[in-house]
């Protein structure tokens, strides 16, 4: 099965979210509709970027689930951006 994964640009958090809650949050949220392979929290200039890398059966749903992580982490992280990409032959492309 195809391997994708959301990246999410982290901002600020919402009233009385603990910081170590929201990349959790994040993978339980594509739990709920997919296997999730890993997650990770990343600082990168200076900014908080989140990934969770799941399976899907094609890009449409891949986008689905991205779609749903990102509201999901909304509710306790501002999402900046986001972007569902899909990894062929060892390197990630963007999924329309």
Known sequence: M???RVTMNIGALQ????????????AAAAAELTMVEASDLAIVAGAPRITVRYEAEDAELARQIGEHVAA?????????????????????????
Do not use: H, M
Request: aromatic share 10%.
């Open 15 to 26: 009233a009385g979210i603990a910081p170590d809650s929201v990349l959790p949050a994040a």
């Open 2 to 4: 195809p391997d994708y």
């Open 72 to 96: 999901s982490t909304g509710q306790s992280a501002q999402v900046l951006s986001y972007r569902v990409t899909e990894r062929v032959k060892g390197r990630w492309f963007a999924v329309g």
